[in-house]
C-alpha cells in the first residue's frame, strides 16, 4: 500500500511540474511572424485605400472635425493593435518593440500634419511633413530588416495630400 501511495504521490508531482502533459507551444520564427503582420499589413492598405476613395467621392463627415484623416488613422491604430498582438520570436522581440514604438511615433506626426494642414498652419504642416516622411523611411527599413515587406511598401504618399500651400 505504502508503494502504491509513493507511486501516485511520484505521479502527481511529476503532472504538476509537466504541466499536466499540456506542451507549451512552441515561440513563432521570423519568417511565422513576418507573414502574420505582412498579412495585417495588406488589409491596412486595402482598408487604407478605401478609406480615400470614399472621401476622394465627396464622402460626408458623419460629425464636426470627422476627416478623412481621422479615419485613416483609426484604420492605422487598428492594424497596430493586431500586430502588437502577434506571437513574437524571441531573438527578434526587442527589434519588433522598437518598430512598433516606431509606428507609433509616425502616425503622431502623420496625424500632427493632417491636423495643421487641415487648419492651412503651413509652417507645422511642414515640420510634421518632413518628420512624418524621414520616420516612415526609417520605419519602412527596419520592417524589410524584419521580412515585413508589405509593411515596408505602404507608402506615405497612399495616405496624406500634399502640403497646403
Not at 504538476?16 to 499540456?22: A, E, T, W
Not at 527596419?142 to 506615405?156: F, Y
Amino acid at each position: 500500500m505504502r508503494k502504491v501511495l509513493l507511486a501516485a504521490a511520484a505521479v502527481l508531482v511529476g503532472l504538476i511540474v509537466g504541466g499536466c502533459g499540456v506542451a507549451a507551444k512552441p515561440a513563432p520564427t521570423l519568417a511565422q511572424f513576418a507573414a502574420q503582420a505582412n498579412e495585417v499589413c495588406n488589409t491596412l492598405s486595402e482598408e487604407q485605400a478605401a478609406v480615400a476613395a470614399r472621401w476622394a467621392r465627396g464622402f460626408p463627415a458623419h460629425g464636426v472635425g470627422e476627416t478623412e484623416w481621422i479615419d485613416l488613422e483609426h484604420v492605422a491604430r487598428e492594424a497596430d493593435a493586431k500586430i502588437q498582438g502577434l506571437p513574437r520570436p524571441p531573438a527578434q522581440d526587442r527589434a519588433i518593440e522598437q518598430l512598433m514604438q516606431w509606428y507609433g511615433e509616425e502616425l503622431g506626426y502623420e496625424v500632427n500634419y493632417a491636423s495643421a494642414a487641415e487648419v492651412h498652419n503651413v509652417l507645422d504642416a511642414e515640420v510634421a511633413y518632413r518628420a512624418f516622411i524621414a520616420d516612415a523611411k526609417r520605419n519602412a527599413s527596419a520592417a524589410r530588416r524584419l521580412g515585413m515587406s508589405a509593411c515596408a511598401k505602404i507608402a506615405p504618399e497612399s495616405r496624406t495630400t500634399s502640403v497646403p500651400s
